[in-house]
């Protein structure tokens, strides 16, 4: 994201605070108010940029902290799911607990995976187990540091890892357990608190109190830490690949994993930002279309688009998940979430999977000497993705919190099957830049914005640079439209 200054109209600039100071002092040498001028203006410029972040964050940190402001706590990053097929060397009665950890390398990304069991596995007297898992990892008593300072809310860093589930975070001091708060309003000097600050590189720092606003720890202490990490939505792996028997039972044979499925990276600043806000809105007074889309994108990241149907006595949402996917587990609990939100928590809300206008697209793209045919023609099906994606703004807004090479290798690479590289980068962000104009004022595709036949031909006539000389579209011929209540999505797509 871009930083705006948003606040340069109410300081003053260089050349207004110079000519202040001639018309204040007239008999005075004009050198010495240059020097005054530009320290001014200086500061000015910080100034705007410190309540610029405070107001409209575009760190991760001051997001944190706009969220912590509004008593809103931002949607953390989840694990996905699988169910795991345990091999025994035998029949045997055989139980496994939950949080025993299996393995493997991902194809996408190169990195060790780690799953652990969510439920007890029991083999029944068989030599299997079936049982389900999540894509996270348990770390248990680590050192994190040690306290070396006695300033008031010292913090410090959790060095060697990332993507901390802040909920999983518990610490012990000289045998004493500490708990983690949001913040220190409501603690006192004898409380065992501590804090966990949000950095954008995905590490955190671990902050403490004053010694009357949450306990100071005794200096030179050691500090153990159990918590979890996990992968997010790059956890995800294919089926077999989940092969290694992590926690050595010498009664496994072999692992294996069905294909796992879900996962959510930690929600975005412009998430952040928008639920933060509605969470100062909704008061238990949910009651607009806006209110009520507001609501259900407020119940969980996974859910990056909602559409409000208001009505009398009761009303409707209708919802689209990370990556396109199935929305109904999300369905109940958001419709209790948002009823519990309404006057007196007692409108009926049903909350549904979108209505879609699926689209399918065929084109043909002639291709420039020197590039190579699969790449330009995978480079103008994404192009034509975008353009018709009901999930757009999942891939704009990681794409502006994390740049391009993030985007490509996290959301881009997981949720289609063209294996991008990083020299594909330059391309991948024009075209998405190209969609975001093409969108103008909107931030992402609308309900009831119909496909325009002419934004396909844009985004496929955009690619010249990036090998594509000339392109055709075949189908669709005219605009699809789409109702009040429908949101066009991708069909099939296909460049030759």
Same mark, same amino acid.
């Given at each position: 994201m871009t930083a705006v200054n948003l606040y340069k109209h109410s300081t003053r600039s260089y050349w207004d605070a110079y000519n202040a100071f001639i018309a204040a002092y007239p008999r005075k040498p004009t050198w010495m108010f240059k020097e005054m001028a530009g320290m001014i203006d200086h500061q000015s410029e910080v100034m705007n940029r410190i309540a610029t972040d405070i107001l409209y964050p575009v760190t991760r940190e001051s997001a944190y902290a706009f969220a912590a402001s509004c008593d809103y706590d931002p949607t953390e990053a989840d694990g996905a799911t699988d169910t795991l097929t345990i091999t025994l060397n035998s029949a045997m009665a055989k139980t496994l607990p939950i949080g025993y950890q299996v393995g493997g390398v991902s194809t996408t990304t190169g990195k060790m995976v780690t799953y652990e069991l969510t439920a007890v596995g029991n083999s029944s007297g068989t030599d299997t187990i079936s049982v389900a898992a999540k894509q996270q990892k348990t770390y248990t008593s680590k050192v994190l540091f040690t306290i070396d300072s006695d300033d008031e809310f010292s913090d410090y860093p959790v060095d060697g890892y990332t993507n901390i589930i802040k909920t999983s975070m518990s610490l012990v001091i000289?045998?004493?357990?500490?708990?983690?708060?949001?913040?220190?309003?409501?603690?006192?000097?004898?409380?065992?608190?501590?804090?966990?600050?949000?950095?954008?590189? $995905?590490? *955190?720092? =671990?902050?403490? %109190?004053?010694?009357?606003?949450?306990?100071?720890?005794?200096?030179?202490? @050691?500090?153990? /830490?159990?918590?979890?990490?996990?992968?997010?939505?790059?956890?995800?792996?294919?089926? $077999?690949? *989940?092969? =290694?028997?992590? %926690?050595?039972?010498?009664?496994?044979?072999?692992?294996?994993?069905?294909? @796992?499925?879900? /996962?959510?990276?930690?929600?975005?600043?412009?998430?952040?930002?928008?639920?933060?806000? $509605?969470s100062v809105r909704l008061r238990d007074m949910v009651w607009s279309q806006e209110d009520l889309e507001v609501a259900a994108r @407020?119940?969980?990241?996974?859910?990056?688009?909602?559409?409000?149907?208001?009505?009398?006595?009761?009303?409707?949402?209708?919802?689209?998940?990370?990556?396109?996917?199935d929305p109904s587990a999300l369905l109940t609990p958001a419709a209790a979430y948002v009823k519990a939100l309404t006057q007196f928590g007692a409108m009926p809300i049903t909350v549904l999977a979108a209505t879609t206008v699926p689209v399918n697209i065929t084109a043909t793209v002639t291709v420039r000497t020197g590039f190579v045919t699969a790449t330009v023609q995978n480079l103008a099906e994404f192009a034509l993705t975008m353009a018709t994606c009901s999930f757009d703004n999942q891939i704009i807004e990681?794409?502006?919190?994390?740049?391009?090479?993030?985007?490509?290798?996290?959301?881009?690479?997981?949720?289609?099957?063209?294996?991008?590289?990083?020299?594909?980068?330059?391309?991948?962000?024009?075209?998405?830049?190209?969609?975001?104009?093409?969108?103008?004022?909107?931030?992402?595709?609308?309900?009831?914005?119909?496909l325009e036949v002419g934004d396909l031909w844009i985004m496929g006539n955009s690619l010249y640079d990036f090998g594509a000389d000339i392109f055709a579209l075949t189908a669709p011929t005219v605009n699809v439209a789409a109702a009040a209540s429908e949101i066009i999505s991708t069909g099939t797509v296909a460049v030759s």
């Amino acid at each position: 994201m871009t930083a705006v200054n948003l606040y340069k109209h109410s300081t003053r600039s260089y050349w207004d605070a110079y000519n202040a100071f001639i018309a204040a002092y007239p008999r005075k040498p004009t050198w010495m108010f240059k020097e005054m001028a530009g320290m001014i203006d200086h500061q000015s410029e910080v100034m705007n940029r410190i309540a610029t972040d405070i107001l409209y964050p575009v760190t991760r940190e001051s997001a944190y902290a706009f969220a912590a402001s509004c008593d809103y706590d931002p949607t953390e990053a989840d694990g996905a799911t699988d169910t795991l097929t345990i091999t025994l060397n035998s029949a045997m009665a055989k139980t496994l607990p939950i949080g025993y950890q299996v393995g493997g390398v991902s194809t996408t990304t190169g990195k060790m995976v780690t799953y652990e069991l969510t439920a007890v596995g029991n083999s029944s007297g068989t030599d299997t187990i079936s049982v389900a898992a999540k894509q996270q990892k348990t770390y248990t008593s680590k050192v994190l540091f040690t306290i070396d300072s006695d300033d008031e809310f010292s913090d410090y860093p959790v060095d060697g890892y990332t993507n901390i589930i802040k909920t999983s975070m518990s610490l012990v001091i000289d045998g004493n357990t500490w708990t983690r708060v949001d913040y220190f309003d409501n603690s006192i000097s004898t409380d065992k608190h501590f804090i966990m600050i949000y950095q954008s590189s $995905g590490k *955190v720092r =671990i902050g403490f %109190g004053d010694g009357t606003t949450g306990a100071k720890p005794t200096l030179g202490s @050691s500090v153990y /830490g159990t918590f979890t990490t996990t992968f997010g939505v790059t956890g995800q792996m294919n089926a $077999g690949e *989940v092969t =290694i028997n992590l %926690g050595n039972d010498a009664d496994i044979s072999t692992v294996s994993n069905a294909g @796992s499925a879900g /996962g959510n990276d930690a929600e975005t600043i412009s998430s952040i930002i928008r639920n933060a806000r $509605g969470s100062v809105r909704l008061r238990d007074m949910v009651w607009s279309q806006e209110d009520l889309e507001v609501a259900a994108r @407020s119940y969980s990241s996974s859910i990056q688009k909602a559409y409000g149907i208001p009505g009398i006595g009761a009303a409707s949402i209708h919802i689209i998940v990370s990556g396109g996917g199935d929305p109904s587990a999300l369905l109940t609990p958001a419709a209790a979430y948002v009823k519990a939100l309404t006057q007196f928590g007692a409108m009926p809300i049903t909350v549904l999977a979108a209505t879609t206008v699926p689209v399918n697209i065929t084109a043909t793209v002639t291709v420039r000497t020197g590039f190579v045919t699969a790449t330009v023609q995978n480079l103008a099906e994404f192009a034509l993705t975008m353009a018709t994606c009901s999930f757009d703004n999942q891939i704009i807004e990681y794409y502006q919190d994390n740049g391009i090479d993030a985007c490509r290798t996290v959301l881009i690479n997981t949720y289609w099957a063209w294996a991008f590289t990083e020299e594909d980068n330059p391309a991948l962000e024009y075209i998405l830049d190209k969609w975001i104009a093409l969108l103008g004022t909107r931030e992402y595709r609308e309900w009831g914005q119909d496909l325009e036949v002419g934004d396909l031909w844009i985004m496929g006539n955009s690619l010249y640079d990036f090998g594509a000389d000339i392109f055709a579209l075949t189908a669709p011929t005219v605009n699809v439209a789409a109702a009040a209540s429908e949101i066009i999505s991708t069909g099939t797509v296909a460049v030759s």
